[in-house]
């Protein structure tokens, strides 16, 4: 079945670092990519997407480009700041949509002052 | 100001006690979904429901049952909760199913669920 592996489970920054969470994709057919963002106490919510190989999402200073060859789709931001402490989901959706998300672990990001 | 609403919010059950736990929206999104939390394993998706009374289970449907009779309301029951059901449960809507747009979920808050 498809899958999502995102290889960081925590990350800690301090203001102004440069923020990478790896996530690679399997996945049986072209599926969509997305990053979802969880705050605390709240539930996540959708950050962006990408659909075609190539294609850059973006959202709110963070950015990931879908590449097909390394079935990869990882999330960045130049400058991180106190306030974007969450976890970060990343997920793929197959074109059929009958079946949701597919989620990956999350990756917990602190960013300190 | 598009809002997925969860009721209620914390709840402390005993083992083999019925729970019940609600969800609504107000953006008339056509597809629900109910989804567990839990440390080190992310997100799993219990049950869909595409419409009124038309449902499928997700990844995870066992010890779970849904209803949603209304479109903007949507239900999760737990007969004879167990203690490994305690988690933290969220619901979600999206645009109707197909296109792209399906795949942008509105999730409510989560509902904190204690199973003893």
């Known amino acids: 079945g498809d899958s999502v592996t995102q290889t960081e489970g925590q990350v800690a920054l301090s203001e102004e670092d440069f923020l990478t969470i790896h996530c690679n994709y399997s996945a049986s057919g072209y599926p969509a990519l997305f990053w979802y963002v969880q705050y605390p106490g709240e539930g996540p919510q959708f950050l962006f997407r990408a659909s075609r190989d190539k294609e850059k999402g973006s959202s709110r200073g963070f950015e990931a480009t879908y590449d097909k060859g390394t079935t990869s789709f990882h999330l960045r931001k130049a400058s991180v700041q106190e306030s974007d402490s969450a976890v970060y989901y990343c997920?793929?959706?197959?074109?059929?949509?009958?079946?949701?998300?597919?989620f990956g672990l999350g990756t917990r990001v602190s960013v300190f002052p | 100001d598009m809002k997925v609403t969860q009721m209620p919010r914390y709840l402390i059950k005993r083992m083999g006690e019925n729970v019940l736990l609600e969800c609504g929206q107000d953006?008339?999104?056509?597809?629900m979904y109910w989804y567990r939390q839990d440390p080190g394993l992310g997100l799993q998706l219990i049950y869909i429901s595409y419409d009124v009374d038309s449902n499928s289970e997700g990844d995870i449907p066992k010890g779970y049952r849904v209803s949603r009779k209304k479109r903007e309301h949507f239900s999760l029951i737990l007969d004879s909760a167990k203690t490994n059901q305690t988690s933290v449960y969220f619901c979600?809507?999206?645009?109707?199913?197909?296109?792209?747009?399906?795949?942008?979920?509105?999730f409510g808050p989560g509902t904190r669920l204690t199973v003893l």
């Open positions: 953006m008339s999104h056509e597809t």
């Open positions: 979600a809507s999206s645009l109707s199913l197909g296109g792209l747009s399906s795949y942008e979920q509105y």
């Open positions: 997920a793929l959706g197959e074109n059929n949509y009958a079946q949701g998300l597919t």
